[in-house]
């Protein structure tokens, strides 16, 4: 009874392997999603909303722009690592400038 469930579970660790299907981009680099850049990109969207709209209602561009940066950032950055520095980059932003 249960070893339909253990099947399920043993072909999500396969992924996409065996489907032939090349996941890579024209510079080489592997496109496809992981868990870490959706979990960070749900991170950054969330605190980018809190900007967006504090920057709406207070009528400050800075943090309106970095929310919006912040929200469309995991859309065009699929590197973890560059995402998650341009993130705190963004994310500081704020209250480095002052206008």
């Known amino acids: 009874m249960q ?3 253990f099947a399920i579970i043993h072909l999500s660790f396969l992924g996409n392997a065996g489907d032939g299907v090349n996941n890579r981009d024209q510079w080489g680099e592997n496109t496809e999603m992981n868990t870490s850049t959706l979990i960070w990109g749900v991170l950054f969207g969330s605190i980018g909303l809190g900007f967006f709209v504090y920057g709406k209602k207070q009528k400050v561009i ?38």
Do not use: A, E, Q
């Open 62 to 99: 800075i943090p309106l722009l970095s929310g919006i940066g912040l929200m469309v950032l995991p859309y065009i950055i699929s590197n973890l690592l560059l995402l998650i520095l341009c993130g705190v980059i963004l994310i500081g932003l704020p209250f480095l400038v002052k206008i």
């Open 3 to 5: 070893t339909w469930f």
